[in-house]
C-alpha cells in the first residue's frame, strides 16, 4: 500500500488541494468560533459564571463557611520518584543532573541555578524523589522546612518562574498527591498558610492557563485546575470550567495521532504521567474522568512507546537523552493504558519500521516551532537503528538535559545537524540555529511516501532545508529487510526547480555509533566492522565517498555524556545532483 504526504513546517496539515475526507471544499465548512468549541450550552454559561466570579467575593467566601477550606482526598501518585535524588534531599541537598544545592543555605529569591532545576524545585516534583527514600516520619520534616522556606518567598508575591502556569500546575499535583510530607505538622498557621496557598494557586491558574504555551505547559496548568476542583471543596463550577479547558489543551497541544506539538520524547513522557496524574485524582474522588482524557491517555502512550528501542528505552530525538527503560515503563504502566509501538506518527513526525530483531528510527517532520520546544533540533532525515536490546546507530541527544554535564555550549551543539544521524550539506545545519538559541529558517517542508512489501519495509522522504541557501533538495530513501539483517539507504541530492544552478558543495553522511560499538575501517576505507557488546557483528559498506572513523559522544537519560565514536562518509555534491548508498547488514 502507498501512502503519500507532503507535511508542512511546524503545522503537521496536508498541503495538497483535494477536498477533505467529508467532501467539503476547504473554506466552505462550518466552524465554531471562540474558545468554546464542543461545549454544550450549559458548560458554556458554567464558564462565563466561573469567570465573571474571579472579580466578586464569591472566591473568598469558598475559603470560610460553607466551603471550609481542606483537602478532600490525596492521590496516589503511581509513578516511583528516584531514590539517589531522594537520598541527597535526606543528606541535606538537592541533586538534578550533577547539581548539587544544599538545603540549609537554599533561598528561593535568588535560585541560581539552570532553568529545568528551578522548575524541579518550584514544581516540587522532589517530593516524589524524597517519598521514594523516606518514610512518611523522616521525609514530613524535611519537606516542611523546605515548603516554609518557599512560602516566605513567594506566598504574598506571584512572580516567575515560581508562579509560571505549568509550576503552578505541577505545583498543585505533587502538593496534593504528597499532603502527608507538607501537611503532617501541628502547627495550624503553617498548615492555614499551605492550604491557603493551593487554593491561591488554583486561582492564579484561573487566569493564566489559556496564556500558557501550547503543549505541555497549557495541559500541565489544566490539569492543576482540574486537581484543585477535585479536591477543594465547592470546586463544581471550576470542574465544568477546567474540563473545557482540558479539552481546547489536548486539542491544541496533542496531535490526533498522540504525538504531542513540541516533537520532543521528554515532553511527550512528561504527558503520558500528567494525564495518568490527573486521572489519579478522578479515581481517589470516584468520579469518571471526561473522554477527552481517557481518550488522550489511550493515544499518548502508543506514540510514546513508537520511539522507544529494543531495550524499552526512548531514542534521542528532540533533545531528549536516552530514558532508560525502567523509567518509561514506570509511565507506561502508570497509565493503565495497553498498546503496541505506533509504528507511522504523520502528524507527530516519526516513523518507525520493525522486522526481526532490527528497529529503525526515522525523523520525518521539520523541526517543531521555537516556541514550543527551548531545545529543538535540525535532525530532520536522522535515523537511530538497535539490534534487539542493544543500540546500533544514534544521535548524539540530549541538548534539552543541560546541567553539570551538558554545559550550554555543549547543549547548542547537539542542537545541530551534525550531531545526528544523517547528511551535512557545507557543514551547515538543515534548520538555522541562531545566535539566541531559537530555530530560524530551514526545512519547511518533508515529503514522505511509505511502503510495506512482502520483503520488507520502503521509506523515501525529502527535505528542502539546503533548497534556499544552495539549491539543493535532500532525498533519503531507506529500506529494511524483511527479516531485519539488512537496512540500505540512499542519500540523494538533486537540483531543486526554479531555482539557481547549484555550485559545488562537501558533504558528510554521519552515523554516530552508540557506546559498546566498536569500528574497524576495511583496507578500502569503503567499509567498516561494527562489533556490538554482547552482540553480532554488522557489517557498513558506502557506495560512494571516503569512510572515515571519528570522535563522538552520546548522552545518556540523566544527562551524562558518554565518549563513542561516528562513521562519516565524506563526498560531494554536483551541481547536477549526487547520489550516496549505504548499506548496514548483520553478519551472522
Known amino acids: ?102 538545603i540549609e543555605t537554599l533561598d528561593f529569591t535568588r535560585l541560581s541555578v539552570s532553568p529545568a532545576f528551578a522548575s524541579y524545585l518550584h514544581g516540587f516534583r522532589w517530593l516524589r524523589d524524597l517519598a521514594a527514600s ?103 463550577a471550576r470542574r465544568l470550567f477546567g474540563e473545557a479547558g482540558l479539552k481546547r489543551a489536548i486539542d491544541s497541544g496533542i496531535h490526533a495521532d498522540g504525538g504531542i506539538v513540541s516533537r520532543s520524547p521528554l515532553a511527550q513522557m512528561e504527558a503520558v504521567m500528567l494525564l495518568s496524574m490527573l486521572r489519579a485524582v478522578y479515581d481517589v474522588r470516584r468520579e469518571s474522568p471526561p473522554a477527552c482524557l481517557t481518550d488522550a491517555l489511550a493515544r499518548v502512550v502508543p506514540a510514546l512507546l513508537g520511539l522507544t528501542h529494543g531495550d524499552g528505552g526512548l531514542a534521542s530525538w528532540q533533545g531528549a537523552g536516552a530514558i532508560d527503560p525502567q523509567s518509561v515503563q514506570a509511565v507506561v504502566q502508570a497509565s493503565r493504558v495497553r498498546a503496541r509501538p505506533l509504528r507511522q506518527a504523520r502528524d507527530w513526525g516519526y516513523q518507525r519500521m520493525v522486522a526481526g530483531n532490527t528497529i529503525v528510527q526515522v525523523d520525518a517532520a521539520p523541526p517543531p516551532v521555537a516556541r514550543l520546544a527551548e531545545a529543538g533540533c535540525a535532525s530532520t532525515g536522522g535515523l537511530e537503528i538497535s539490534d534487539g536490546p542493544l543500540r546500533l546507530i544514534v544521535s548524539c541527544g540530549g541538548a534539552a538535559l543541560e546541567g553539570a554535564w551538558v554545559p550550554r555550549e555543549l547543549a547548542q551543539g547537539l542542537r545541530t545537524t551534525a550531531a545526528h544521524s544523517t547528511l551535512v550539506l557545507a557543514d551547515s545545519n538543515s534548520t538555522a540555529l541562531l545566535p539566541d538559541g531559537t530555530l530560524g529558517k530551514g526545512v519547511t517542508e518533508v515529503e514522505l511516501t511509505r511502503q510495506e512489501l512482502d520483503n520488507g519495509s520502503r521509506l523515501d522522504i525529502s527535505h528542502d532545508g539546503y533548497v534556499r541557501r544552495m539549491g539543493y533538495v535532500h532525498r533519503r530513501l531507506l529500506m529494511l529487510s524483511g527479516d531485519g539483517r539488512e537496512v540500505r539507504g540512499e542519500d540523494m541530492l538533486t537540483p531543486a526547480e526554479r531555482r539557481r544552478k547549484p555550485q ?11 557506546p559498546g560499538v566498536e569500528p574497524t575501517l576495511t583496507a578500502d576505507n569503503q567499509g567498516a566492522v561494527l562489533r556490538v557488546d554482547t552482540g553480532a557483528l554488522w557489517q557498513f559498506r558506502a557506495g560512494a565517498g571516503l569512510l572515515t572513523v571519528e570522535e563522538s559522544l552520546w548522552v545518556d537519560g540523566d544527562g551524562r555524556p558518554h565518549p563513542t565514536r561516528q562513521l562519516v562518509v565524506s563526498a560531494e555534491a554536483l551541481p547536477g545532483g549526487s547520489s550516496i548508498g549505504w548499506l548496514f547488514k548483520r553478519m551472522g
Open 1 to 102: 500500500m502507498n501512502e503519500i504526504r507532503r507535511l508542512p513546517a511546524r503545522k503537521g496539515q496536508t498541503l495538497a488541494a483535494e477536498p477533505e475526507e467529508d467532501g467539503i471544499e476547504q473554506g466552505k465548512r462550518l466552524i465554531r468560533v471562540a474558545d468554546d468549541k464542543g461545549l454544550s450550552l450549559t458548560q458554556r454559561i458554567a464558564n462565563q459564571f466561573y469567570l465573571l466570579s474571579w472579580k466578586t467575593p464569591i472566591h473568598g467566601r469558598r475559603l470560610k463557611g460553607k466551603y471550609p477550606l481542606k483537602l478532600l482526598a490525596v492521590p496516589d501518585d503511581q509513578v516511583p520518584g528516584d531514590p539517589r535524588a531522594g537520598a541527597a534531599i535526606r543528606a541535606g541537598y538537592f541533586l538534578f543532573r550533577g547539581q548539587k544545592l544544599p
Open 134 to 236: 523516606a518514610s512518611r516520619e523522616q521525609g514530613a520534616p524535611i519537606a516542611e522546612a523546605v515548603m516554609r522556606k518557599w512560602l516566605d518567598a513567594h506566598h504574598e508575591t506571584p512572580s516567575e518562574p515560581a508562579w509560571r502556569a505549568d509550576n503552578a500546575g505541577w505545583r498543585l499535583l505533587f502538593w496534593t498527591a504528597h499532603a502527608p510530607l507538607i501537611l503532617s505538622s501541628s502547627d495550624l498557621v503553617y498548615r492555614s498558610l499551605v492550604l491557603n496557598c493551593i487554593a491561591r494557586t488554583a486561582r492564579h491558574l484561573d487566569r493564566s492557563a489559556d496564556k500558557a504555551p501550547m503543549g505541555l505547559p497549557r495541559l500541565t496548568a489544566w490539569s492543576g485546575i482540574l486537581a484543585a476542583a477535585l479536591l477543594i471543596p465547592g470546586g463544581e
Open 504 to 514: 559545488r558543495q562537501p558533504v558528510q553522511i554521519r552515523f554516530h555509533l552508540a
